[in-house]
């Protein structure tokens, strides 16, 4: 399986960016799919993440209400649509594709199998 995460750019704070992960060799049906980041010199953190049916949606407490993460099982990508950046958003974002359908309430990155290579968010102030 490799996954593909596009959409990164420099973007303004307040502005918006959609970052998208596209899998090939392996349908993202029936798995959950989650986005992490990781910031120059800090470790990887858990920032959205999306059941199977996209009926099960779990958030960074950093990023709830800004960010929202979608997907269509038909197109085999998922999205993370992200407003109100902030210069603390900056980071190399990756998605994941999980072992199983569900979402975990408490996140944890070994609940993830495959990762894509990561798309750089740069958010200037």
């Known amino acids: 399986v490799q996954l593909q995460a596009s959409g990164g750019g420099l973007v303004q704070a307040g502005g918006s960016l959609r970052l998208s992960c596209a899998a090939s060799?392996?349908?993202?049906?029936?798995?959950?799919v989650g986005w992490f980041r990781q910031a120059l010199g800090k470790e990887r953190e858990f920032v959205a993440a999306?059941?199977?049916?996209?009926?099960?949606?779990n958030y960074a407490d950093s990023v709830k209400g800004r960010f929202t993460i979608s997907r269509d099982n038909i197109k085999n990508t998922v999205y993370l649509q992200m407003n109100s950046l902030k210069p603390e958003d900056t980071a190399v974002y990756y998605c994941a594709l999980g072992y199983r359908g569900t979402v975990a309430i408490v996140p944890n990155q070994n609940d993830y199998r495959y990762w894509g290579q990561g798309t750089l968010v740069t958010v200037s102030s």
């Open positions: 060799g392996r349908t993202f049906s029936g798995y959950a």
């Open positions: 999306i059941s199977w049916s996209g009926g099960s949606r």
